[in-house]
């Protein structure tokens, strides 16, 4: 009977921190400008709370397939809770803007590390009949916080300050600690490989260069093509590294199936889209309808209760119907949202909105599982735990991105910025017709 609830929990335990990780960062959005007061720092300063945390994290994660086979999931589960505790607490604690980096930047690492772990366990120890559930309650993660962020981060903010979303994860953390350390079990031997650092420098710097790229789309064009030069070069550099490495750190193979590709763009484009609307919809809330931020994040409620509780759903139907029927219908329903926020913008209020966005949430919590685990069944055994790296490094990557471009075009747009947010709609439709188009191409290709 234990062992039958051990899997359920280890998907628990390893899932607190990516929850935690994702819940901050959108909540600490909203706090940006008490702390710019607070800390006497410019917006640009500021963004570096999230920008530390995603740079490490796109860091970490590459390195996920070397772990996996060089160390115990116990041992990783572990680490990554020491590394993220410790940096919830100097977050709690920070005393000026560089401790509270320092300490996005700790939980960067256990999140790295916990997050492709979580998925790694669900591929070895799923039984296949439940395969897309158990896709479904780890998607469940990261597929939700970004909603319920805004709220978490409004809530405390308003009532008992910054610092308590921070402390209010500690207990949680602990929670997490004891049932990981009785759940996670060690079900494949290790095969230790030697650690390829050229490989995960060029990597990291890859992938770390561009999110820093995005990061000052919007504020300085100079700075934004420098670093996408820098990454650029480090991708030249990295192709031409991996043609020679005899145990690459990441090995970017499973990218020669074009079905896999397809998947791994369609998950980009659903990451993307949610980042965006993240920003897009509670920003719009109190500029355009003069809310609080504790207001903006309760309209973004329901629509994070019905994406919690569907996600698992979403996994249920991909173990009975397939992949296709549950992935289609869900990206045609945040296209059906997307296109009713563009088509009546000038008629919206803080109630339609909310409707809309539950429309959005119920589209992502069919669709986001059904691609992750499809697209990981198009690849041998021997690369799914790659494939795993691609799909959360890309994920973190499309989530900066997805917050970058639409703040860009909200900020760029020549006939106001309330018009921006509608030109920011009108650019996630644009890309959701090209998720439908890219997920219909994989759909038609066999495995």
């Keep these: 009977m234990k062992q ?36 006497n720092v410019s917006l640009a300063q500021i963004q570096w709370v999230t920008t530390a945390y995603l740079l490490v994290l796109t860091a970490m994660i590459p390195l996920s397939a070397f772990l996996k086979r060089s160390f115990s999931a116990k041992k990783l589960f572990v680490t990554s809770v020491v590394c993220f505790l410790l940096g919830v607490i100097i977050d709690a604690a920070a005393p ?22 979580m998925f790694n366990i669900i591929l070895e120890q ?22 319920i962020g805004p709220i978490y981060g409004g809530v405390l903010t308003d009532t008992w300050g910054w610092r308590m979303i921070f402390i209010l994860m500690i207990p949680l953390i602990l929670v997490a600690l004891l049932v990981g350390c009785w759940s996670i079990e060690q079900h494949h031997p290790l095969h230790p490989t030697k650690f390829d650092l050229w490989g995960w420098i060029t990597t990291a710097a890859v992938f770390s260069l561009s999110i820093t790229a995005f990061s000052f ?61 993240s920003f897009l919809i509670p920003n719009l809330i109190q500029l355009a309808f003069h809310q609080s931020s504790f207001q903006a994040g309760m309209a973004m409620a329901p629509g994070a209760l ?69 697209g990981l069944q198009q690849l041998p055994v021997k690369l799914q735990a790659d494939g795993n790296a691609l799909f959360n490094t890309f994920q973190q990557f499309a989530g900066a991105a997805g917050t970058a471009i639409c703040s860009t075009i909200v900020v760029a747009s020549s006939s106001g910025q309330i018009n921006g947010f509608h030109h920011g709609l009108i650019f996630a439709l644009i890309i959701l017709v090209v998720d439908l188009i890219a997920i219909w191409a994989a759909f038609q290709r066999k495995n």
């Design 306 to 374: 019905v994406g919690a509780l569907l996600t698992p759903f979403g996994g249920i139907l991909l173990d009975h119907l397939g992949a296709k029927r549950p992935v289609i219908c869900g990206i045609s329903l945040q296209f059906t949202a997307v296109l009713l926020l563009s088509i009546f913008f000038s008629h919206l209020n803080v109630l339609i909105v909310t409707l809309i966005f539950v429309i959005a949430a119920t589209g992502q919590s069919l669709s986001m599982p059904g691609i992750m685990t499809h």
């Design 96 to 117: 000026s803007l560089s401790w509270l980096i320092l300490g996005r930047a700790f939980q960067g690492i256990g999140t790295g590390i916990s997050l492709p772990l």
């Design 217 to 277: 789309l919007s504020t300085s064009l100079l700075k934004f093509i420098v670093y996408s030069i820098l990454a650029l070069i480090f991708l030249a550099i990295m192709l031409f590294h991996y043609q020679k490495s005899t145990a690459p750190i990441l090995n970017w193979n499973s990218l020669k199936s074009l079905s896999f590709s397809l998947h791994l763009s369609s998950y980009f484009i659903g990451q993307f889209v949610v980042l965006g609307l």
């Design 4 to 39: 039958r609830y051990k899997l359920p929990a280890a998907i628990f335990a390893t899932g607190i921190l990516s929850f935690g990780g994702v819940v901050i960062e959108t909540a600490m959005n909203i706090t940006f400008p008490q702390l710019m007061k607070l800390f």
């Design 126 to 147: 799923a039984p296949a009949n439940k395969l897309g559930l158990l896709m479904g309650l780890g998607n469940f993660v990261t597929a939700t916080a970004p909603a």
